[in-house]
């Protein structure tokens, strides 16, 4: 096991075994930046019907939501905090010297491929893997596995496929092929977001003020990430994704403890994005163009748009105008200056905004 390389969507286990996401690309010396996603029920329990989970030997988690891992670590274990110089705060993180296990994506699916299928979703599994395969012309080697299936506590009756995808060029190679499987009547695959019954469950419990239920679908089905597989191990449609993560290659370590990020405000805007190259990742970063600021700090050199939230990722393309709503944030290095709009966690939450500023009628 080799602690010091991990990278987004990889997971970490704690003595106390609290489960967490390493987050994004970028990390001080000896730490991680992170997520918590998973907590025992001995430490923590959720009334949300969607957090319960049962690993193995009945051990019982429940899942964080939102910024719900974020208070959980602030106010019960600030010891998975690490010091992140450019914000001059403490960060959800965990150091080398308190990981006990790290989970990757990768092998894990490896494992599970080796093996012949013990229940319907792993059955499921091979089969819309070998699908995709064929037609895309990846390679197994090119997808990882998350969330339940990497854990190992995901229920066949119930769980989802959630799987990550290795390299920004095979994630294009992936949704040209996903968009000519949608197309076609007999294919085992559909888009989740083909029609707004995707989003009916979601609009009971929506607290986006600034982001409609409807909205937030027209932006999912164009991304073609998200598909449903009808899987006739289980008899049911199994609900898929696909998240890119980057392959070694792709990765530099940005961390520069010289650089100083400082809140400026709150501000909306109407922008261009003039590069989307990194918004399939985490965090999701947009070249932008401000064309109008409609309030807040009036800034001549705002250069991105950086998203830390999930629903923003892949949100924008190229040549699109935006409306963005967050926090105005000035970034100084010893050899540079600019503005940037962040959306993260944080006080207004639910205010942030990256929307494609037309009708959503395609």
Known sequence: MNNNRLRDRDSIVTPKDIIFRVYGYTH????FICDVEYAPA??????????????????????????QGLQFVRQKYPQYTIWYEPLQTRLVGVHLDQIKETRKPEEALMKLLACRPSDSLLQSLHMLLDIIIERSGLSETDFGVFGSLLHGFYNPKFSDLDFTVYDGEKLKQLRETLKTMYKERSSHLKNEFETEDAVKEKSKRWSFVNYTPQEYCWHQRRKTIYAVFRAEATGRYIKTEFELVKNWKEIHNEYDPMIRVFRKGWIKAIASIVDDSESPFM?????????????GKEADDIRRIVSYIEEFRMQAERGE?????????QVVSPRDSFHQITLSYGPRYYEQVLKVAKPYRQ
Do not use: H
């Open 28 to 31: 001080p010396p000896q730490a």
């Open 283 to 295: 965090p999701s970063i947009y070249g932008a163009d401000v064309k109008r600021i409609l309030e």
């Open 321 to 329: 105008e935006v409306y963005v709503e967050g926090n105005l944030e």
């Open 42 to 67: 001995s430490m923590y329990k959720s009334k949300d019907p969607r957090a319960k989970r049962e690993g193995e030997n009945q051990t019982v988690y429940f899942k964080f939501f939102s910024d």
